[in-house]
Antibody, heavy 122, light 107 residues
Framework: QVQLQESGPGLVKPSQTLSLTCAVS??????????LSWIRQPAGKGLEWIGR???????IFNPSLQSRLTMSVDTSTNQFSLRLTSVTAADTAVYYC??????????????WGQGALVTVSS | SFELTQDPAVSVALGQTVTITCQGD??????ASWYQQKPRQAPVLVFY???NRPSGIPDRFSGSCSGTTASLTITGAQAEDEADYYC??????????FGGGTKLTVL
């Protein structure tokens, strides 16, 4: 059973950088047709896909966030990282990491972390 | 980018059948996946592709797609099915989009 766990600061000041890590256990992510994606959800709102990364660091980002976004992977520890720069209150959300199957016109997220609440406030 | 449109809210009587829809041009070319989210919990995948239900998901959940509309049907809705439901698809650049979500109330 694949398990994912997000970690990182729960409070970030405006204009600073949001950094989160996703630790994956019980499976090998970023191989075959499996990516690791980040998804966020502001309180009371819907899901927004942030981007995905493969084990060779190939990544695809949401165009609306691309200019502020960095993702990385450490295959030795099976950890994935997200960095979002120049944050504003609009970036306040629960951030999830999830395994992302993508092949043949089908994309789905089958395992999810519990989510990490990040609040942007001074 | 593209959009996926869902009805904000749907209700169903206990034990009856309900269909939640998701509309978008991407479904002409790409498949839909569906998620159930209960308050203060992470989403759970309940159906994906043409005919795939993850292990542990009751067989009362089924999916279909016709033209630009993907559908999730719950046959014999139970009280525990009350939740928010989201669809997702992709475009030819590999970008993923979620629908706005449908809040299902079981009466």
């Amino acid at each position: 059973q694949v398990q994912l766990q997000e970690s990182g600061p729960g409070l970030v000041k405006p204009s600073q950088t949001l950094s989160l890590t996703c630790a994956v256990s019980g499976g090998s992510i970023g191989s075959g047709y499996n990516y690791l994606s980040w998804i966020r959800q502001p309180a009371g709102k819907g899901l927004e896909w942030i981007g995905r990364i493969y084990s060779n660091s190939y990544a695809i980002f949401n165009p609306s966030l691309q200019s502020r976004l960095t993702m990385s992977v450490d295959t030795s520890t099976n950890q994935f990282s997200l960095r979002l720069t120049s944050v504003t209150a609009a970036d306040t959300a629960v951030y999830y990491c999830a395994t992302h199957y993508s092949h043949g016109g089908l994309d789905y997220f089958d395992y999810w972390g519990q989510g990490a609440l990040v609040t942007v406030s001074s | 980018s593209f959009e996926l449109t869902q009805d904000p809210a749907v209700s169903v009587a206990l034990g009856q059948t309900v269909t939640i829809t998701c509309q978008g041009d991407s479904f002409r070319y790409y498949s839909a996946s569906w998620y159930q989210q209960k308050p203060r919990q992470a989403p759970v995948l309940v159906f994906y592709g043409r005919n795939n239900r993850p292990s542990g998901i009751p067989d009362r959940f089924s999916g279909s797609c016709s033209g630009t509309t993907a559908s999730l049907t719950i046959t014999g809705a139970q009280a525990e099915d009350e939740a928010d439901y989201y669809c997702n698809s992709r475009d030819n650049n590999g970008y993923v989009v979620f629908g706005g979500g449908t809040k299902l109330t079981v009466l």
